[in-house]
C-alpha cells in the first residue's frame, strides 16, 4: 500500500506533595519569593511545592451600605476587591490567607503521528498540560492604573467595574494602591494553566528513486517545517508554558517572553 503512518500516545499523571519541612516549621520559611510586594508562593506541608498562597476574592463592592456591612477590611470601598472572611472573626488579617491552586499540573501527555503516502511524509507533535494553575502577577503591572503609570494597560480594564457595569471582575479603574486593590497576593491573579499545543508540523517530499538515479543521488528530500504552529488555552497571559524555579517562581508568570513561532525551509542530499 502507498499509506502508512504511526502513531505514538504518551502520559503521565503527576501527585505532588511537601511531606516534611525542617522540625518545629509547618512551612518553609526561607522560601517566601516577593513580586512588587506581592507574596504569592507558600510551601506548606500537605500541599504540592510552590503552592499559591493569598486572599480569596470573593467579589467587588457594589454599594456603599454593602461596604459598611462587611468584615473589617483595609482600603475596602465601592469597585474594590472584597476578600473572604475565612476565621470569620469580622475582620479581613493575614489569618485569612489560603492556598489558591498548585502550579504542577496533574497530566502531561503528548500524541506523534507520521503519515507517509508515496513521496509524501506528514509529521505533527501535539502537547497537553492539564490540571495547573497559573498565578499571572503580570496583571498587576497591566490591570491597575497606579502600578505602572504610562506603561502599557491591557484592554481588559475597559470592563472595569463602574456603577454601570457592576458584574465585573476587574476591579475600579482609579488611582489608588492600597490593600483591597493591587498590594495582596489574591485569587484574582491565579487562572487555569491548561493547554493543549501543536509543537511542530513537518511536511516533505522525497524524489523517487528512478529520479535519484537519472541525478546521481542517494536522496533528496524537501521539506518545510512549522514550530509552535497554536495554542489552545484560556489562559489570559502572553504564555502559559511557564517556566521559573521549581521551589520559588514556578507557575509565576510575571510577563515570560512567549515561545516563538519558527519557519524552517530545508533539503536533505545524498550521494
Not at 456591612?69 to 493575614?94: M, V
Request: aromatic content about 14%.
Amino acid at each position: 500500500t502507498d499509506l502508512s503512518y504511526d502513531l505514538t500516545l504518551n502520559g503521565s499523571w503527576l501527585r505532588n506533595e511537601i511531606t516534611a519541612v525542617a522540625p518545629g516549621n509547618t512551612y518553609l520559611t526561607s522560601v517566601n519569593p516577593s513580586y512588587r510586594g506581592i507574596a504569592p508562593i507558600r510551601n506548606q506541608v500537605g500541599y504540592s511545592i510552590s503552592s499559591f498562597y493569598g486572599y480569596k476574592v470573593t467579589g467587588l463592592f457594589q454599594t456603599a451600605e454593602e461596604v459598611a456591612a462587611a468584615p473589617i477590611q483595609s482600603g475596602k470601598a465601592i469597585g474594590r476587591f472584597r476578600y473572604e472572611d475565612l476565621d470569620g472573626n469580622g475582620e479581613i488579617t493575614t489569618a485569612d490567607r489560603t492556598y489558591l491552586g498548585s502550579p504542577v499540573p496533574k497530566f502531561t501527555g503528548g500524541f506523534n503521528f507520521i503519515l507517509r503516502y508515496k513521496g509524501f511524509d506528514l509529521e505533527g507533535y501535539l502537547y497537553t498540560s492539564l490540571g495547573n494553575k497559573i498565578f499571572n502577577v503580570s496583571k498587576w503591572f497591566t490591570d491597575f492604573y497606579p502600578s505602572f503609570q504610562g506603561a502599557a494597560i491591557s484592554e481588559r480594564v475597559k470592563g472595569s467595574w463602574t456603577p454601570e457595569n457592576t458584574g465585573a471582575e476587574i476591579p475600579i479603574f482609579e488611582s489608588a494602591s492600597n490593600f483591597s486593590t493591587n498590594t495582596q497576593s489574591s485569587s484574582f491573579y491565579v487562572e487555569d494553566g491548561s493547554y493543549l499545543r501543536l509543537q511542530n508540523v513537518t511536511l516533505g517530499y522525497t524524489l523517487p528513486n528512478a529520479m535519484l538515479n537519472k541525478l546521481s543521488m542517494s536522496k533528496l528530500r524537501i521539506y518545510m517545517a512549522v514550530n509552535n504552529v497554536f495554542t489552545v488555552t484560556g489562559y489570559d497571559g502572553l504564555d502559559p508554558a511557564v517556566g521559573g524555579a521549581a521551589d520559588t517562581t514556578f507557575g509565576v508568570d510575571v510577563g515570560n517572553y512567549p515561545v516563538t513561532r519558527q519557519f524552517t525551509l530545508g533539503v536533505n542530499l545524498g550521494f
